[in-house]
């Protein structure tokens, strides 16, 4: 039996560059489309835009770290058609969203609202930016002095042990 | 800043470091006991009903119950109603049902909906294991749910004798729970 001869991916560099490009090409789309039911989509195409990008905002509740647009979820699917429903309505983004936070509260948004109680999640990256900022700036200005250029005798002598060598370092 | 510059206090802010990060374990620490006793669950969605009438809602009746469930009959019931969300479906579900059982002999009303579940299924859970619920509704798409903030079941709402949502319980109830949340808002709104 001949052994076929199977075409490596080194064989092939640029075939494989090409594929590489376009898979990355394809990932945001990919993530964007995540309805895998024709039947759940808006047959209006900027309506379904408008629903998938709400829908995108909101976390699913049973798998939390999912939004409900990517959610395989019994209810992340229910939630799904409802925005459809109230899009569809002619209700504007800040509506639906409003209706879904006045059911689940502030943490079915994804992208948590600006308010006393999550200041601290907003800034702690600029606290820890500020933190980070001060010990370095401390630890440069600490840093001491570079040393002083040899005076003339310490040179000549420099000179010396270079070419006797450090046979008798105490002479 | 000019201690900065003594000795001391260069010390002291060396220390820093690990007093953060001692105070990080020791907040770290408190938080998984308090995960292990159920006092913190870190994947809980508080409820922004509490505090806010029932919504609206109208549901048929689930089996043996003949006559269904409406806002306004919880409204009319001028008293503290527990409603449970169930499913027969739901292994939770069938942990909690003792717990229900009790608070159902100790007078408190409980008023069940059964959530995305065939009729002849609740019907069944309910002829097998018993009957707590005083009425009884069903909620076949779970579209009330949603009006509810439910997103699993079992989950439990206290309703005050004016119909205004006092606490909610999502996952199964339990002695724990019972004791420690249930009956100190009951007690302290003159309540069952």
Known sequence: ?171 | MAWLGSSLGRRLLLTLPVAAAAAGGAAFLALLERMKHGTYDPHAVPSPLIGKPVPNFTLPAQPPATAGISSADLVAAKRWVLVNFFASWCVPCQIEHPVLTELAAAGLPIWGIAYKDTVDAAKRFLTERGNPYTRLARDETGRVGIDFGVYGVPETFLIDPHGIIRWRWAGALSDDVVRDQLFPLLRGGSGA
């Open chain 1, 1 to 171: 039996m001949r052994r076929k001869r199977i075409p490596t991916v080194r064989a092939q560099p640029i075939g494989a560059l090409c594929l590489l490009a376009v898979l990355l090409a394809a990932a945001p789309f990919h993530a964007a489309r995540a309805v895998s039911n024709p039947a759940e989509m808006l047959p209006d195409r900027a309506q379904e835009l408008r629903a998938e990008a709400i829908g995108q905002e909101l976390r699913c509740l049973v798998c939390q770290n999912e939004s409900i647009e990517e959610s395989d979820a019994d209810l992340a699917r229910d939630l799904r058609a409802e925005i459809r429903k109230r899009v569809a309505a002619g209700e504007s983004d800040k509506e639906v969203i409003a209706w879904m936070v006045a059911r689940y509260g502030d943490f079915v948004r994804l992208k948590p609202p600006f308010r006393m109680a999550t200041l601290f999640l907003w800034f702690s990256p600029a606290v820890a930016l500020a933190v980070g900022g001060i010990v370095v700036w401390f630890g440069l200005r600490r840093r001491p002095a570079p040393p002083q250029p040899l005076s003339a005798a310490e040179e000549a002598r420099l000179k010396r042990l270079l070419r006797e060598g450090l046979g008798n370092p105490r002479s």
